[in-house]
Nanobody, 131 residues
Framework: QVQLVVSGGGSVQAGGSLRLSCAGS????????????MAWFRQAAGKEREFVAA????????NYADSMKGRFTVSRDNGKDTVYLQMDRLEPADTAVYYC????????????????????WGQGTQVTVSS
C-alpha cells in the first residue's frame, strides 16, 4: 500500500524558514507517484484540518491557501517520489501538525482543497513557530 513519510518539522523563531519533505513508496506500477496531485494540510491545536498547498502531477501548476501565498512554496521531484514544502517568513499562526497527502484520483486538480479528495496521508510532523 502507499506510504508517505514526512520529515523536516521542528521549532523555529518567527521569520525563520523550514523545509518539509514527504517521501512516497508502495505505488503500483500503473499508479505511480508521478500521476497524482500532492497536497499539504495542517492542523493546529483546537482547529480543523486546513488546506495549505497543492501541486499537480508534473509540478507545472500549484495552488496555495491565501495566507500562505508568497511565503510557502510547494515542489516535487518525481524521480525521487518526493514532494516538498518550503516555508519562509514563518509566523506563530503557522504552528501546527503538517500532513502530506496523495490525491484520490489520477491527474487530479491541484485546486482540490478538501481533505476527502485525498486518500493517502503521511504521519504528520510538528512545526512550532515561536515569537
Amino acid at each position: 500500500q502507499v506510504q508517505l513519510v514526512v520529515s523536516g518539522g521542528g521549532s523555529v523563531q518567527a521569520g525563520g524558514s523550514l523545509r518539509l519533505s514527504c517521501a512516497g513508496s508502495g505505488f503500483a506500477p500503473g499508479r505511480a507517484f508521478k500521476i497524482y496531485a500532492m497536497a499539504w494540510f495542517r492542523q493546529a491545536a483546537g482547529k480543523e484540518r486546513e488546506f495549505v498547498a497543492a501541486i499537480n502531477y508534473n509540478g507545472d501548476s500549484t495552488n496555495y491557501a491565501d495566507s500562505m501565498k508568497g511565503r510557502f512554496t510547494v515542489s516535487r521531484d518525481n524521480g525521487k517520489d518526493t514532494v516538498y514544502l518550503q516555508m519562509d517568513r514563518l509566523e506563530p499562526a503557522d504552528t501546527a501538525v503538517y500532513y502530506c497527502a496523495k490525491s484520490r484520483l489520477a491527474f487530479a486538480s491541484e485546486h482540490n482543497i478538501v481533505p476527502d479528495e485525498y486518500d493517502s496521508w503521511g504521519q504528520g510532523t510538528q512545526v512550532t513557530v515561536s515569537s
